[in-house]
C-alpha cells in the first residue's frame, strides 16, 4: 500500500483555473465604487532637505481630489524591526528631509491615474540640496556627510558570529587564501508591480488591498504608522503576483494610498510602474566581501574569516537580518574548527536595500563557493571530494547556532558526480561549475514582536465532507495553498478537491507571519496538519463509539474512506460519518485547530535544506559572452509535498539566481539607477534557460510536516558561484565581481595572457 | 578558576565568561552608554570598529578585552 495518498503526486495548483482563465483578482484588478487613482511625487535627489511644498496649483487642476506631504502624517519612524526602535527609520513621506532618489515627497489623488500624474508637475518643492554618498567604504570616512542623526560614519547595524579559536585553528591550517569579492543588487522583479487600494470609511474601518507577502504584517505596521487599532485595518491580498521578499515592508503604494484614503474617505488605489518598481522600492543587498580561508593540504578544513561590508542605501529594512544571515550561511554547508564573522550595513544616498529570496545568503555563496574551487585547484584536489569531507552531516552541530536534524548534501555530491561523469570530455570554451549551498527551512526571528503564533491554521468540515482551510500563509505565486491543502487532504484522509483554501485576509484568517525565510511548508504546514489531525480525531470518536470494535482496533480515514486499520476493505463513506459526527454535536460543524511557534530549535531555522547545483556554460572568447548549455539540480528537501510545485520553484530559483550571476546589473551614477526598465535591465529570458533537471534527494526531516522542509529560496544561492566555477574551469581565470559582465571576462582574459607573457620573457 | 566577566556598563555576563566575549557584547551592543564607556577608557568606539571592520584577525576585540579585564578588578561584586 502507498505510504501517502495526495503527497508528492501530480496535483494541479488549487488555484491554477482561476489563474489561467484570468478570473484571479489581484490588487491591480481591484476596483471600488468612487475609487480615486494615485500618483506619487518623488525625490530627484539623494540627499536634500525639503524646505517647503506648494501644492496649490497642483490642487486647482480639475479632476484632482486631493494631496497629501509628509505633514498629513504623524510622522512615525517606522520599520519592521519593532522590537529595536533605533531600527525604525523611515518615514515613507519624510518630513524633513529625502535620502535617495525617488523617495516620495508627496501623494496626489485624482479622478484617473493621467490626471493625478499631470498634476505631479504642478507641486513645487524647494530644496536644500545636501552632499551625498553612495558606496559603503566611503560612507564611514571621516568627511562623509551624516545620512540618519546618530548613526556615526553612517554605521547602522554591526553583526558578528565567531565560535571556536579562530587563531588557533588558523595557526593549524596548511594552507591560507584570502579574497576579495564585490556582489551588486538585484531587482525584485515581481510580475505584479507594488500595489494597493485603500478605502476608509466613516465608521473609523480602514480596508486595504494590498499585493503582500504578509497581510498581518501590513496590518501591524499601518496600525502604528496611521495611528489605528490593529482591529479597525482589514488587508485583503487574495492574489499575489511574486514577492522574493520584497513585499513583506510597508511600501509607498500601502502608506500613500491609506494616508489619502483617510483624508479624503474614498478609495484610492495606487499601482506603481515598473520604473517605480525599479527605484522607490528596494532591492537585494550590494555587498564587499573580505574572505580569508584556512586549510590542511588534504583538503581538510580549519578556520575562515569574513569581513564584509554591506551597501544598506537610505533605510534599515530588513538588511539587518541579511547582514546576519549572509555571515551565518557563509559558513555553510561545511564544519569549521573556527569561524569568525564581521558584518557592518552602512547607510548611503541609494535605494534602500533588504530581503531578497536567498536572503543574503546568495552573496555568501558567490564568494564561498568560487574560493573553494580555487582552493581545491590550488591543492590539486578533487573539489567535490574536498566539499564531502568537511560537509554537514546529519545529526551535527553548527556551535551555538543551529542543530542538522537532517541532511543530504552527501547524496546531491553523489548525484552530481554521476551526471559530470556521464557527460564525458566537454568542447572547447566549455565546462561545468558546481557550488553547494544550505538554507533554512523557516525563519526563527521576531524582530516584528509578534504576540501570535508564527502559523495557525482552522480547519472546518461541512455537512457534506468538504472543507474549509483558513491560513493566514500567504500564497505570492509560490504555491504554498496548494501545498498547504496537500498536507490537509492527507492528514484528514480527503481528497484534493474536498479541501477550499482560505488565505490572504486579516479579518477571517488566522495571525500568521507571512511568506518569507522559507517558513510556509514547514510552519503553515505544521499548523494545518494539527488542525486537520485535530478534526480528524473528533470524528475518529464518532466512528470508534459506533463501531463496536475492540478497542485496540485502529480507525483510520484515507480517500475518504473510513476503516479499520487492520480490516482496510470494510469500512464506509467520510460523509456518512461527518453528517453523523455534526448531528451528534448539535448541528455544528467540526473545528479543528493548529498553530506553529517553534522552541528550542536555535537561532535561525528549526530545520536545513541542502542542495548542490551544477551548471554547464559556454563562453565566446572573443565577446565574453556566456551561455548556459544545461544544468542539473540535486536539491534535498526532506519529503517532498507538492511534486509539480517543488519542480517549479527549483526552476524559478534557478533562472532568478543566474540571473543574478550574469544578467541583472544595477548600475548607478551619482545616486541614480541608470536602467530602471525591462529593455536595460536583462532578465533571463525563456531562450536563454537551459534545461533544469531536478535531482530529488528525499530524506526526512523530523520538524517537518510529514519530513518536509525548504525548497525554492535555498537554490537562490549556489547558482550564481556555479556560473563563476564554470568560468574557472573552462579559462582559467578568476570572476570575483558579480553579475559577471562579458567585459569582465575579455578583461581577465586580457591580464591573464598579459601574466602569462610576463612570466615567458 | 577565575570569576566569569561581566560587562561593566550593564552587568551582563559574557556568553563563556571571557573578556574577548565581553568586548564583542560591547561592540555588539553599541548603545550610547556602552560607546560612552569605551570613549571613558580613552579609545574611540569608531575607530576600532572599523579597525576589527578593515584589518583582518581580531585586534580590536582584543584590545578593548586588555582593557575590561583590568577595569574587572574594580568592579563591585
Known amino acids: ?761 | 578558576m577565575s570569576e566569569p566577566v561581566k560587562c561593566p556598563v550593564c552587568g551582563k555576563k559574557a556568553k563563556t565568561g571571557s573578556a574577548i566575549d565581553c568586548a564583542r557584547h560591547m561592540f555588539g551592543t553599541g548603545d550610547k552608554p556602552h560607546r560612552a564607556w569605551v570613549e571613558a577608557q580613552g579609545l574611540s568606539f569608531i575607530d576600532l570598529l572599523l579597525e576589527q571592520a578593515t584589518t583582518p584577525g581580531n585586534r580590536s576585540y582584543v584590545v578593548l578585552a586588555e582593557i575590561i579585564e583590568k577595569t574587572q578588578e574594580r568592579l563591585p561584586e
Open chain 1, 1 to 761: 500500500m502507498k505510504k501517502y495518498s495526495v503527497i508528492n503526486t501530480h496535483v494541479h495548483n488549487v488555484d491554477g483555473i482561476a489563474k489561467v482563465t484570468g478570473r484571479a483578482i489581484y490588487t491591480f484588478d481591484v476596483k471600488l465604487p468612487g475609487m480615486l487613482y494615485g500618483k506619487i511625487l518623488r525625490s530627484p535627489h539623494p540627499h536634500a532637505k525639503i524646505l517647503d511644498i506648494d501644492y496649490g496649483k497642483a490642487l486647482d487642476l480639475p479632476g484632482v481630489i486631493g494631496v497629501v506631504t509628509g505633514k498629513d502624517t504623524l510622522g512615525v519612524k517606522q520599520g519592521i524591526w519593532r522590537r529595536y526602535q533605533d531600527l525604525c527609520d523611515e518615514q515613507i513621506l519624510p518630513v524633513d528631509k529625502v535620502r535617495y532618489i525617488g523617495e516620495p515627497v508627496a501623494a496626489v489623488a485624482a479622478m484617473t491615474e493621467e490626471i493625478a500624474e499631470q498634476a505631479l508637475d504642478l507641486i513645487d518643492v524647494q530644496y536644500e540640496v545636501l552632499p551625498a554618498v553612495y558606496e559603503p567604504l566611503d560612507a564611514i570616512k571621516k568627511e562623509a556627510p551624516e545620512i540618519h542623526e546618530g548613526f556615526e560614519r553612517n554605521i547602522n547595524v554591526t553583526r558578528h558570529i565567531e565560535w571556536g579559536d579562530v587563531e588557533g585553528a588558523f595557526d593549524e591550517a596548511e594552507y591560507i587564501r584570502e579574497d576579495w569579492f564585490k556582489c551588486g543588487g538585484q531587482a525584485h522583479m515581481c510580475m505584479e508591480t507594488r500595489a494597493a487600494v485603500s478605502s476608509y470609511t466613516p465608521d473609523g474601518k480602514l480596508t486595504v488591498y494590498h499585493s503582500s507577502q504578509s497581510p498581518y504584517y501590513m496590518r501591524g505596521l499601518l496600525a502604528g504608522v496611521l495611528g489605528l487599532k490593529e482591529s479597525s485595518i482589514r488587508v485583503i491580498s487574495h492574489y499575489v503576483g511574486g514577492g522574493f521578499g520584497g513585499k513583506f515592508e510597508l511600501d509607498g503604494a500601502i502608506f500613500c494610498s491609506a494616508v489619502l484614503s483617510m483624508k479624503l474617505c474614498r478609495p484610492v488605489k495606487i499601482v506603481f510602474t515598473r520604473e517605480e518598481d525599479f527605484i522607490a522600492t528596494k532591492r537585494r543587498t550590494p555587498m564587499s566581501y573580505y574572505v580569508r580561508t584556512g586549510v590542511k593540504k588534504d583538503g581538510t578544513f580549519c578556520a575562515r574569516e569574513a569581513k564584509v561590508f554591506t551597501n544598506g542605501g537610505a533605510y534599515t529594512g530588513m538588511g539587518a537580518t541579511a547582514l546576519y544571515l549572509t555571515g551565518f550561511f557563509h559558513s555553510f554547508p561545511y564544519r569549521w574548527k573556527g569561524y569568525r564573522y564581521d558584518g557592518y550595513r552602512v547607510y548611503t544616498n541609494t535605494l534602500p536595500s533588504t530581503s531578497m529570496r536567498g536572503f543574503g545568503a546568495p552573496q555568501a555563496m558567490w564568494c564561498s563557493e568560487q574560493q573553494i574551487e580555487w582552493i581545491a585547484a590550488d591543492l590539486g584536489l578533487d573539489s567535490i571530494e574536498m566539499r564531502r569531507k568537511n560537509a554537514h552531516y546529519s545529526g551535527y552541530e553548527v556551535p551555538d547556532q543551529a542543530s542538522i536534524a537532517s541532511c543530504g548534501i552527501d547524496q546531491c555530491f553523489d548525484v552530481v558526480q554521476k551526471w559530470i561523469k556521464e557527460k564525458g570530455k566537454l568542447p572547447e570554451n566549455r565546462a561545468i561549475g558546481l557550488s553547494a549551498a544550505g538554507f533554512m527551512s523557516g525563519g526563527i526571528f521576531n524582530w516584528f514582536d509578534s504576540p501570535y503564533s508564527f502559523s495557525s491554521a482552522v480547519v472546518t468540515i461541512n455537512y457534506d465532507g468538504t472543507v474549509e482551510l483558513h491560513v493566514g500563509a500567504q500564497d505570492i505565486g509560490q504555491g504554498s495553498n496548494t501545498t498547504l491543502a496537500i498536507i490537509c487532504a492527507e492528514a484528514l484522509g480527503v481528497k484534493i478537491e474536498d479541501i477550499k483554501v482560505h488565505s490572504g485576509d486579516t479579518d477571517h484568517c488566522p495571525a500568521d507571519l507571512g511568506a518569507w525565510g522559507s517558513r510556509q511548508t514547514l510552519m503553515a504546514g505544521n499548523a494545518v496538519k494539527m488542525a486537520a489531525e485535530d478534526a480528524k480525531k473528533q470524528l475518529l470518536e464518532v466512528a470508534y463509539a459506533q463501531s463496536g470494535f475492540n478497542i485496540v482496533y485502529d480507525l483510520d480515514i484515507k480517500n475518504r474512506w473510513v476503516h479499520a486499520l487492520a480490516r482496510p476493505e470494510r469500512g464506509y463513506d467520510y460523509a456518512e460519518l461527518v453528517k453523523k459526527a455534526i448531528r451528534g454535536k448539535d448541528g455544528q460543524r467540526i473545528v479543528g485547530r493548529g498553530y506553529y511557534t517553534p522552541h528550542r530549535k536555535g537561532m535561525i531555522s528549526p530545520a536545513y535544506s541542502y542542495m548542490m547545483q551544477a551548471v554547464e556554460v559556454e563562453i565566446d572568447k572573443d565577446t565574453g559572452k556566456i551561455k548556459l548549455i544545461d544544468s542539473l539540480t540535486a536539491h534535498d528537501c526532506g519529503q517532498p509535498i507538492n511534486h509539480l510545485g517543488l519542480i517549479g520553484q527549483l526552476e524559478g530559483a534557478f533562472s532568478m539566481a543566474a540571473g543574478y550571476g550574469y544578467l541583472e546589473y544595477m548600475p548607478y551614477e551619482d545616486g541614480k539607477l541608470m536602467n530602471p526598465n525591462l529593455v536595460d535591465y536583462k532578465v533571463m529570458r525563456a531562450t536563454e534557460m537551459p534545461e533544469v533537471p531536478v535531482a530529488e534527494i528525499d530524506t526526512y526531516e523530523p520538524e517537518g510536516p510529514y519530513g518536509a522542509k525548504e525548497a525554492g529560496e535555498g537554490l537562490t544561492n549556489p547558482t550564481a558561484a556555479a556560473i563563476g566555477n564554470a568560468i574557472f574551469h573552462a579559462l582559467g581565470v578568476q570572476m570575483k565581481e558579480c553579475p559577471i559582465k562579458p567585459e569582465m571576462i575579455v578583461n581577465a582574459l586580457n591580464e591573464k595572457e598579459a601574466k602569462e607573457k610576463e612570466g615567458k620573457e
